[in-house]
């Protein structure tokens, strides 16, 4: 049995080099970028009007008091277009929003702040600064910059700015596509009648809603018997689809536990490490064959979610580019008495929150791994360290926010 923390040494140590491959912008989303990104043009590529308006010279009306400037209409110009001449001294072209500016125009006045009479316009307030109201080129994206870096999440604003570099595709890491099953001659899938003696699969599903909550595609191979040649077949069958393996129950040291017999009597792989000094999740499998990756994890759903959290999320993070592995990290006050087993490394369900204007955490409950509810209402865990019995209301302890 190893600490935590050499587990975790151990799981990093062991993330492989991520994959650069190079996707369309429209498919990207949620990926980490994998080079840098630069526009391909300025954007603007030209000085633009910000509004619609008159682009006129600003010695034209700057300090003209309070009569309006009269000005004669010489044309007009809209997005998508060319000026088709200059904008000399006492001349107005009529703008749209994001014309380009005409030669010899320095500031463009509203349409609201005008009035026109047929080729005339008059100006009833000057702009305050030469430049008004005008967009120039490059001032979003200059031409070669770097507008996206390598290790950038794709989200939404990332997506909208590499198009708008001219990214038709983008170089981002692999994702890892991640198999799941769970194993038990007691489950039964949600939806069927539940027999006595019988266990819904919730463990297989937990899965499948953290990796969607991550945005890491995942394949479901469903309930396995606890017969070591099925498992056997069924993990051989997963890993010709996925990069990594992820089992559910049957990993402990009970009668009808072949999971780890299995995983490196029949399948040949090397446990890197097995069972870890924490709480929940004791039972936890971590295995290498090659670039193969399994993780068999204890089957009490609390403890399926827990060590997923803790090793199976950094892993395909890190094994899809991401730098930022650790749950976000935070110290808050104990609002209620919570304690642990001085033992193990404890991992409580907490809800962190504000509270007059201090950072509090309470406990969801009773924490007991089978209970399912525990995990009702939890945004974090709350971390107390092998030696650590308990906290007292209002002192400071850990928390690690997983949403």
Not at 271 to 285: E, S, T, W
Request: hydrophobic share 40%; charged share 25%.
């Amino acid at each position: 049995m190893v600490s935590f923390q050499e587990a975790q040494e151990v799981l990093k140590a062991n993330i492989p080099k991520p994959k650069p491959v190079r996707i369309p912008v429209s498919k990207a989303m949620y990926s980490c970028v994998a080079a840098d990104v630069k526009g391909d043009s300025d954007i603007p590529t030209m000085d633009n009007s910000a509004l619609d308006g008159f682009a006129i010279l600003y010695d034209d009306v700057a300090g003209k008091g309070e009569e309006p400037t009269k000005l004669k209409i010489v044309g007009s110009v809209r997005a998508g277009q060319v000026p088709s001449r200059r904008v000399s001294a006492g001349e107005a072209m009529r703008i749209t929003t994001g014309a380009p500016i005409p030669k010899g125009a320095d500031v463009v006045v509203p349409v609201e702040e005008t009035r026109e009479e047929q080729n005339t316009v008059y100006v009833y307030r000057p702009p305050r600064l030469r430049g008004d109201n005008i967009r120039r080129a490059g001032e979003d994206i200059r031409r070669g910059a770097v507008v996206l870096r390598q290790g950038d999440r794709l989200g939404p604003a990332e997506i909208a700015l590499a198009h708008l570099a001219g990214a038709q595709k983008i170089p981002v890491f692999e994702k890892p596509v991640v198999g799941l099953l769970t194993s038990g001659d007691e489950l039964v899938e949600p939806g069927h009648k539940l027999m006595k003696g019988k266990v819904r699969n919730v463990n297989t599903h937990i899965m499948a809603a953290l990796l969607e909550h991550y945005r890491i595609p995942c394949r479901n191979f469903g309930i396995v018997k606890d017969n070591p040649r099925q498992i056997a077949s069924a993990i051989r069958s997963a890993f010709g689809k996925c990069h990594v393996v992820v089992t559910s129950a049957g990993v402990s040291a009970g009668q009808y536990d072949f999971v780890k017999t299995v995983v490196e009597k029949r399948l040949k792989m090397k446990a890197l490490f097995y069972k870890v000094r924490q709480k929940p999740g004791k039972p936890i499998l971590f295995a290498r064959k090659g670039n193969d990756f399994l993780f068999a994890l204890p089957g009490n759903p609390v403890s399926t979610f827990v060590t997923f959290l803790l090793y199976v999320r950094p892993f395909v993070l890190g094994m899809a580019g991401f730098r930022a592995l650790d749950l976000p990290r935070e110290f808050a006050e104990a609002s209620e008495p919570i304690g642990g087993n001085p033992r193990f490394t404890n991992f409580l369900r907490g809800r962190v929150q504000a509270d007059n204007g201090k950072t509090v955490v309470r406990t969801t409950g009773p924490q007991e791994s089978h209970l399912v509810t525990s995990l009702y209402g939890s945004n974090s865990l709350i971390v107390l360290p092998e030696g650590r019995l308990s906290v007292q209301p209002g002192e400071l302890l850990e928390v690690w926010r997983w949403r």
